[in-house]
């Protein structure tokens, strides 16, 4: 059975930095698309990032750009965001997820993505 683990979430204060982390286990995902999204309240769940199967290939959303930064580290099962330069309109739940292939928005709510944790929860106080 497959797990997503979130890892990293908690208050910080605008301008602040955070490292995410999601530990995935119940198979090999080195064949996958992993990325990070994101719910704020009231607001649809929306795309961060997302890296391709070999670490060579990464997208992100335009507007973080340049201030989040996604890695993964396929011996450990790993995907990690790297967030700098926080803003409060930042603060929301991130998720993890993997799928076979790139996040499709037209795909729905979930972006075509196969598996999904449970998110954790990042504040930016201003």
């Known amino acids: 059975q497959v797990h997503l683990v979130e890892s990293g979430g908690g208050l910080v204060q605008a301008g602040g930095s955070l490292r995410l982390s999601c530990a995935a286990s119940?198979?090999?995902?080195?064949?996958?698309?992993m990325g990070w999204f994101r719910q704020a309240p009231g607001k649809e769940r929306e795309f961060v990032a997302a890296?391709?199967?070999?670490?060579?290939?990464?997208f992100h959303a335009d507007p973080d750009k340049g201030r989040f930064t996604i890695s993964r580290d396929n011996a450990k099962n790993t995907v990690a965001l790297q967030m700098n330069s926080l803003k409060p309109e930042d603060t929301a739940v991130y998720y993890c997820?993997?799928?076979?292939?790139?996040?499709?928005?037209?795909?729905?709510?979930?972006?075509?993505?196969?598996?999904w944790g449970k998110g954790t929860l990042v504040t930016v106080s201003s």
């Open positions: 997820a993997v799928g076979t292939s790139w996040p499709r928005q037209a795909a729905g709510p979930y972006y075509g993505m196969d598996y």
């Open positions: 890296i391709g199967w070999s670490g060579g290939a990464t």
């Open positions: 119940g198979r090999t995902f080195s064949n996958y698309v």
